[in-house]
């Protein structure tokens, strides 16, 4: 049957009904863990999470890159679908940095007047902080140079500039997972605590999911998904990674720079 438009009317499918009820099991796994120290309900509905993101993900990319369904304009729409998804992390990110503001030039009575508080000993913004973003600018480059790469047909350097990210990326959540596990306060510390804590451990969340992004990318890459002129889905990828690397130099410069 010939369509007389050039959009796609998607197939139907269980994957957001289901990725929906998935997700509010996870909410309610991580009250459960919280509050009764029961981590099941967490763990299977981090499962559930995990096989419906790897089903919905292969539909979408049979459509893409086997049934030719996503056309020039079809594409177009999906770009703008993903430039809105960052502008709304924007502002998400922005939250958390207004609150960071408002509590640090402005210093309440309780905490002494004083930031940061007098009872945090905060992270030396020369160490691993430093290290960090170094590592985050150096993916930046990676990630570029794949898509360039990519664009020139280069598989090869494509391939293994796509793999550097993914291991800096990793490389990044490590040594942020030794940071804290070595901090000298918690969340529980003052609204220093928790403005560190929300916006870093956020940050290094949405590390984890680019890099997932990333490593399904290099997946796709590797058995030819992707094309010089047909490759949005690494284009969306990489366009999450420069905004996860320029979240943290925001981050960097105001909360373990300016804020210590």
Same mark, same amino acid.
């Given at each position: 049957? %010939?369509?007389?438009?050039? =959009?796609h009317?998607?197939?139907?499918?269980?994957?957001?009904?289901?990725?929906?009820?998935?997700?509010?099991?996870?909410?309610?796994?991580?009250?459960?863990?919280?509050?009764?120290?029961?981590?099941?309900? !967490?763990?299977?509905?981090?499962?559930?999470?995990?096989?419906?993101?790897?089903?919905?993900?292969?539909?979408?990319?049979?459509?893409?890159?086997?049934?030719?369904?996503?056309?020039?304009?079809?594409? %177009?729409? *999906?770009?703008?679908?993903?430039?809105?998804?960052?502008?709304?992390? #924007?502002?998400?990110? *922005?939250?958390?940095?207004?609150?960071?503001?408002?509590?640090?030039?402005?210093?309440? @009575?309780? !905490?002494?007047?004083?930031?940061?508080?007098?009872? @945090?000993?905060?992270?030396?913004?020369?160490? +691993?902080?430093? *290290?960090?973003?170094? @590592?985050?600018?150096?993916?930046? +480059?990676?990630?570029?140079?794949?898509?360039?790469?990519l664009? /020139?047909?280069?598989?090869?350097?494509?391939?293994?500039?796509? $793999?550097?990210? +993914?291991?800096?990326? @990793?490389y990044?959540?490590?040594?942020?997972?030794?940071?804290?596990?070595?901090s000298?306060?918690t969340? $529980?510390?003052?609204?220093?605590?928790?403005?560190?804590?929300?916006?870093?451990?956020?940050?290094?969340?949405?590390?984890?999911?680019?890099?997932?992004?990333? $490593?399904?990318?290099?997946?796709?890459?590797?058995n030819?998904?992707?094309? %010089?002129?047909?490759? =949005?889905?690494? /284009?969306?990828? $990489?366009?999450?990674?420069?905004? #996860?690397?320029?979240?943290?130099?925001?981050?960097?410069?105001?909360?373990?720079?300016?804020?210590?």
């Open positions: 049957m %010939k369509n007389n438009h050039s =959009f009317l998607v197939d139907v499918s269980p994957w957001p009904l289901l990725g929906a009820f998935s997700s509010f099991s996870l909410l309610m796994g991580m009250t459960k863990w919280f509050h009764l120290y029961d981590n099941s309900l !967490l763990l299977m509905s981090i499962c559930s999470t995990l096989m419906i993101m790897y089903q919905w993900w292969r539909d979408v990319t049979r459509e893409s890159s086997f049934l030719g369904l996503h056309s020039s304009f079809v594409s %177009k729409g *999906l770009r703008w679908g993903m430039i809105l998804f960052i502008t709304s992390e #924007v502002f998400f990110f *922005l939250s958390f940095f207004w609150s960071f503001f408002h509590s640090s030039l402005s210093p309440s @009575i309780e !905490l002494g007047m004083n930031w940061p508080p007098s009872n @945090i000993e905060t992270f030396n913004p020369t160490q +691993i902080p430093l *290290l960090n973003t170094l @590592i985050l600018v150096s993916s930046g +480059i990676t990630i570029t140079w794949s898509h360039h790469s664009m /020139e047909n280069n598989y090869k350097q494509a391939t293994i500039s796509l $793999a550097l990210t +993914i291991i800096l990326g @990793i990044f959540s490590m040594l942020q997972a030794y940071e804290y596990f070595n000298s306060f969340m $529980a510390d003052s609204v220093y605590g928790s403005t560190f804590f929300m916006a870093t451990g956020f940050h290094g969340m949405h590390v984890l999911i680019g890099t997932i992004f990333l $490593a399904t990318c290099l997946f796709r890459l590797m030819i998904h992707f094309s %010089k002129i047909n490759h =949005f889905g690494f /284009e969306a990828a $990489a366009w999450y990674w420069h905004f #996860v690397d320029v979240v943290w130099l925001f981050l960097y410069l105001s909360i373990y720079w300016w804020g210590s």
